[in-house]
């Protein structure tokens, strides 16, 4: 029985934010600038394990010039030769040549050529910032550009077309920020994976540069003193902060409806940039439109329901979703503190496992972290393996398929991928009980909202801001006020309903330790490395498939399985997106995220979002 | 973790886009082509030098294709003249390393990451003191070429300049002869300039020869064996200024 369930609240009441133990790499991977010296930064982690790394000759883990000089030394000696090294046999033939120096250097991240900001990712990025040919400044000027140029604006002509509406605040210190990423690269190399890159966070992490409104009008003056823990490490590691993206108004649904800096009674939706006639999903609707439109390198929501998962199917992007325990809550407006989770939204698994590596630690102002000591490798990079699918054993509960045409196309064939990568697929036609409740078992949105947005309030709520509380906020009048009552509703659970439901004993803490057990259990039986799952159909949800993550704790990456075809059933969304989520054990993100790597590389099944190419 | 799938989009690419300054396009990779290939490979020298002076010898690889990295020996006699230390100008955006022997300089350059690789005319520059009175050529003795998926093309003795003529000093001289430079290119280039490939042509008439269409188009062969050689070597080495 997994015992975590009773630290699971997050304890904010201190208002303490504790340093985050950065585990971000940290290896100046050298490729200097075409004005800039060689690093020689000592590096603390791996760097984009194994290909970046591997043949180090200089024992800094990492590839840089210094290697390329090391290895000259060895060139023409043999495997015979006295100081044969055999790292540098990059080929592996024997002999030391230009071959093994070339194959040395294409180890480096280092790139030259034309830079395109549209689907770069941050290896894109970094290669073509060591090479000089962009910088921090540049790209961070390019999405503000698009942004501007982009969000607001309906580009989509066709019928029904609609703005995105995806970002609620610009940084007016991204560039600033971003010279700064700059300047440290021209004096220590590439610090991070993650220098200079810019990211758009969901509105409801604090950010001292931006105000933090949850999607609510009536918190636009939601300045916070201090950044929430999360966004510390994409700062330590030297991301820019680019712009807060739009959310369902306190993160509650899936269309992304926000009333942020709109008049009273006035709201907005986030549309999905592959067709903007439908939604861009949520509740972190805003993330997942504006990096499938490239207006930021790569995003952050939360998840407490879905709210990762969902905008990433719609949006044709890879969504992580953390064990409840392995990114601190703290300083990020919750919905239910029982299942919240902050994670990445990004164009490729890679991506997001460069932004994980960012926002872990332990952080005592939400002591559930704690569990993760010891969990945690020193970087997720390194289980981007295109072979990780061989010899793993992947379960299906097939009840979880639903009926849709496209959906039952489109698994069919990433079965077939599974298997043809040399995993075996698991179709599980019956399952426990427990398993079906638990997949039932209801969200704590409405139950804890009112316990855990007080704990905020108290903690990290501007002073300023006047709305202090449910009642107060409906008396603004400045929130999507079509839902007034479900926020009354909210506002009337009493704290014995509450405890009721999600104290020590409660029933929902008690479902999901219960949940977490059973799944375990499950994939113990059966010898599962994960269970898969549709994480949604055509802009729509299938039954309950995305309570199974929060309502057990577990973690789960999905990804893009295919879109749309015009051949399937009645009148299919032609073009809509569909993922695939892989349900991993407990902190083994690693494990699913070299599932989906594998299943990405395979498939390289990713829609991008033709409307937003480059700006003309 | 695998290589970045940027290079195989670029692979599809066209080239368009021209190394600043060099005229070596870049970022087009033919996917046909199966091995790096170069059209010829010439080495331009002077005719005559007056011992004491310096004057430059370049090996131009012209009309390459898909050169990601190279290694190149280029051999003469030593007993008139010597290399320059340093005095290496290979092309800019990569790692050079240049090694000396007796009677050999071998160079070394290869692209950075997933850079694209080279196609055009590539050209290195290398300067030699005329140290004694008579008579050298300048041998490329070997020649590797690597592209991006690591093919190799290499040969041997690929091409050879005219011999060089070194005059004695001219001791009651009031000022040093100039050397000659019989380059046609921009005046004061003194043909040691990485021009492009406009200035290929002026690389031409240069006293020089060249293997025309010598065999690196028709596969790739044996990687020739550096081997032994290179324990003679007294390692120097420099990076291209983009390089550092």
Redesign the interface.
Known sequence: MHTRTKSRRAATATGVVAALAALVATGAVV??A?????SAAAPTAAF?????TAHDLTGDKQVT?AD??AL??H????SASAGWSAAADV?GDG?I???D???L??????????FQLVEASA??MQ?AM???VTSSVKITQEYLDRIAALDRTVVDTGTGGRALNSIISKNPQALTIAAEADATRAQKGMTSMLLGVPIAVKDNYDTVDMPTTGGCGCWDGNQTSDDATMVKGLRAAGAVILAKASLDEFAYGFVSEFSSFQEPGKSLLVASPLNTSKTAGGSSGGTGAAIAANLAGIGFGTDTGGSIRVPSTYNSLVGIRPTVGLTSRDGIIPLALSQDTGGPIARSV?DAAVALDAVTGVDAADPITAEQSGKVPTSY??A???EALKGKRIGIVTSMLGTNATVTRLWAAAKATLQAQGATVVELSTVPAAFTATLNEGSGSTNEFKHDLDVYIQNHLAPTVTARSIADILATGRNVTSRNSIYTSRNNVTDAQYQAWAGPTGTHTTAIATGNATVTQLMNDNQLDSLVYPSGSPYNTIGTNMRLSPNTGMPAITVPMGQAIASDGTNPVVGANVNLEFLGRDYDESGIIGLAYAFE?ATHARATASLYGPLK | MHQNPRRLVRLLAVATAALAGLGLAVGAAAPAVAAPAVASVTVSAPATATAGDTFDVTVTLAGATDVYGYESVLAFDPAVVSYVDGSAVVTAGGFDSVRTGSGSVDVVYTRLGTSPALSGDITYTLTFAATAEGSTAFTVRSLSLVDSVSAVTASADAATSPAVAIAPAAVTSPTPTPTPTPSTGVAGSGGTGTGGSSTSTAADDLASTGSNAVPYVIAALVLFALGTAAVLFTVRRRRAGDAR
């Open positions: 490729a200097p075409a004005a800039a010296a060689p984009l394990a194994p290909y970046y010039t390329l000089d000259t030394t060139l023409g000696e043999t080929d002999t040549t230009v071959k120096l070339v194959g250097s294409q180890r480096m991240i280092y790139d030259d050529g034309p290896l894109d290669a060591n090479a000089g890679t990079t390194a981007l393996d295109p590389q």
